[in-house]
């Protein structure tokens, strides 16, 4: 079973990602979390394969995450899915880019949502 956490600050995006990811045919086991303070709690004392991240949290926001999580404790194996409202916010040139492994806009798209998971996963069909 693949483990899936959402980092999210608005509660109606994490239930719409949830249902999204409890509706495919995969076995997905989902954490939701409101804030970047427990999504890194959350990803210090439990291993998943993958993390739906906001860019734009309150106190500990995307990029810091992403710096921790991927440059301070180097977990490599994880995949990184961006979620923001803003696409002009994602800048090609950040650093961040090389530890990110896919991006998706707001509003979701059932099928976006679903192809991106199973690709960086590898699951399903």
């Given at each position: 079973m693949?483990?899936?956490?959402?980092?999210?600050?608005?509660?109606?995006n994490r239930l719409l990602l949830e249902e999204?990811?409890?509706d495919s045919?995969?076995?997905?086991?989902i954490i939701s979390v409101e804030s970047g303070e427990i999504g890194l709690d959350k990803l210090q004392q439990e291993r998943f394969d993958a993390v739906f991240l906001d860019m734009q949290l309150p106190i500990?926001?995307?990029?810091?995450?992403i710096d921790i999580v991927k440059?301070?404790?180097?977990?490599?194996?994880?995949?990184?899915?961006?979620?923001?409202a803003n696409s002009n916010q994602l800048n090609s040139q950040a650093w961040y880019n090389d530890y990110v492994d896919a991006y998706i806009t707001k509003p979701y798209r059932y099928i976006t949502i679903l192809d991106t998971i199973k690709k960086l996963l590898k699951t399903g069909n």
């Open positions: 693949k483990k899936i956490l959402i980092i999210d600050d608005e509660y109606n999204i990811l409890e045919e995969e076995d997905f086991q500990v926001d995307g990029i810091q995450i440059r301070q404790w180097k977990l490599e194996a994880l995949k990184i899915i961006i979620i923001t």
